[in-house]
């Protein structure tokens, strides 16, 4: 029997992640990433094609022992994240650190260490991106600017690695009803009502959709915006 491709979906507790994992657990084995052990081995016990693989991505000495194991990795996608907003006059230093740090440094480094393990399986790469690393606007410098930084990333990476098989898609969607969401909804001061926002499984869709391209198509940026 021909093993299943492998996947590992950082993110995947909750929101985009999860609704990713969850969409590509049909066709591959999915480790599935996040900090809270305990969560991710509920989550995976009710999917049998799914394991956890719980680190902390901001420590980088935890990371490295996490993919020590992994020497062909056929989709590695991007989710985690975190949104810390503000204008210029508000954001502190550290809002911005935050922000680049897991949605830029964690991004690349993570894809350093499995490099050899996506260009052995000559696989994809697909970092979630956002509607603000598209179009910058008040409020959201810190996020977007992070943002903004990762699209150049992939767009890199892309130009780097694709001689080497490699396809890589950023997928930017627009807000989603997610913890992220309702957080940045409470400091707008906004009452929450998920009908207006995208599900998190339809982002997960237009991933399915950049990993499932057939061999001679490289999908390199979607975006999806709520109707
Ligand atoms: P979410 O519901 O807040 O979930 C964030 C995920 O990131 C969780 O699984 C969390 O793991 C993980 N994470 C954060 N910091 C981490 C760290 N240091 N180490 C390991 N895991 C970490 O967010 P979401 O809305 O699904 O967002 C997913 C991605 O989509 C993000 O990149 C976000 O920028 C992007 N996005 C979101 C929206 C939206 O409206 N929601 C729109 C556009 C783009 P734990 O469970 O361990 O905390």
Same mark, same amino acid.
């Given at each position: 029997?021909?093993?299943?491709?492998?996947?590992?979906?950082?993110?995947?507790?909750?929101?985009?992640?999860?609704? $990713?994992?969850?969409?590509?657990?049909?066709?591959?084995?999915?480790?599935?990433?996040?900090? #809270?052990?305990?969560?991710?081995?509920? %989550?995976?016990?009710?999917?049998?094609?799914?394991?956890?693989?719980?680190?902390?991505? *901001? #420590?980088?000495?935890?990371?490295?022992?996490? $993919?020590?194991? @992994?020497?062909?990795? #056929? &989709?590695?996608?991007? +989710?985690?994240? $975190?949104?810390?907003?503000?204008? $210029?006059?508000?954001?502190?230093?550290?809002?911005?650190?935050?922000?680049?740090? &897991?949605?830029?440094?964690?991004?690349?480094?993570?894809?350093?260490?499995?490099? /050899?393990?996506? %260009?052995?399986?000559?696989?994809?790469?697909?970092?979630?991106?956002? *509607?603000?690393?598209?179009?910058?606007?008040?409020?959201?410098? /810190?996020?977007?600017? +992070?943002?903004?930084?990762?699209?150049?990333?992939? #767009?890199?990476?892309?130009?780097?690695?694709?001689?080497?098989? @490699?396809?890589?898609? +950023?997928?930017?969607?627009?807000?989603?009803?997610?913890?992220?969401? %309702?957080? @940045?909804?409470?400091?707008?001061?906004?009452?929450?009502?998920?009908?207006?926002?995208?599900?998190?499984?339809?982002?997960?869709?237009?991933?399915?959709?950049? &990993? +499932?391209?057939? /061999?001679?198509?490289?999908?390199?940026?979607?975006?999806?915006?709520? %109707?």
């Amino acid at each position: 029997m021909t093993e299943q491709p492998l996947a590992l979906v950082t993110g995947a507790s909750r929101g985009i992640g999860a609704a $990713v994992a969850q969409a590509l657990e049909p066709t591959h084995q999915v480790l599935l990433g996040g900090r #809270d052990a305990a969560a991710l081995a509920e %989550r995976a016990a009710g999917s049998p094609g799914t394991r956890p693989w719980a680190v902390d991505l *901001g #420590d980088f000495d935890a990371v490295r022992a996490a $993919v020590a194991g @992994i020497d062909r990795l #056929d &989709v590695l996608v991007h +989710s985690a994240g $975190v949104a810390e907003l503000g204008t $210029v006059e508000q954001a502190t230093a550290e809002d911005w650190r935050r922000n680049f740090e &897991v949605n830029v440094v964690v991004v690349a480094e993570l894809t350093r260490l499995l490099l /050899p393990a996506l %260009r052995a399986a000559k696989g994809h790469v697909v970092v979630i991106n956002s *509607g603000a690393g598209l179009n910058a606007r008040p409020g959201w410098g /810190p996020y977007a600017a +992070s943002k903004f930084a990762v699209r150049a990333f992939a #767009d890199v990476l892309r130009a780097e690695e694709e001689p080497n098989g @490699i396809r890589v898609t +950023s997928v930017h969607p627009g807000r989603t009803d997610t913890d992220m969401q %309702r957080t @940045i909804v409470a400091g707008e001061g906004n009452e929450y009502d998920p009908d207006r926002y995208l599900r998190p499984d339809s982002v997960a869709k237009a991933v399915l959709a950049a &990993v +499932s391209a057939s /061999p001679d198509a490289h999908l390199t940026e979607l975006v999806v915006r709520p %109707r």
